[in-house]
């Protein structure tokens, strides 16, 4: 099993940059695809950006494409999220994810490892 920890959310007005970690313990880091999702109030979990193991390819939802970046480091167990410009619209709680399958996609059900998660308001 791996445990995660994701910190970084809070409150940043619109416009502005806010980098979200997601702390891994528990099996080896860089056997997993690391996943980032968000859910905002009365909506349906969403897929916002994903890394492949090795950290060389990543994928981004359509919403966050040009904002938003994935990356990670397996030397410090470590995922990230680097929200720039953001917008009153990625207002949500953000969840990493963990997959140890290397086919894994963009739906939460492809991930077996969940955070707890860490708000993030944008103020408009």
């Known amino acids: 099993q791996v445990q995660l920890v994701e910190s970084g959310g809070g409150l940043v007005q619109a416009g502005g940059s806010l980098r979200l970690s997601c702390a891994a313990s528990?099996?080896?880091?860089?056997?997993?695809?690391m996943g980032w999702f968000r859910q905002a109030p009365g909506k349906e979990r969403e897929f916002v950006a994903r890394i492949v193991k090795s950290g060389g390819f990543q994928y981004y939802a359509d919403s966050v494409k040009g904002r938003f970046s994935i990356s990670r480091d397996n030397a410090k167990n470590t995922v990230y999220l680097q929200m720039n410009s953001v917008k009153f619209e990625d207002t949500a709680a953000y969840y990493c994810a963990a997959t140890p399958s290397a086919f894994a996609g963009s739906r939460p059900h492809d991930y077996d490892y969940w955070g707890q998660g860490t708000q993030v308001t944008v103020s408009s």
């Open positions: 528990g099996r080896t880091f860089s056997g997993y695809v």
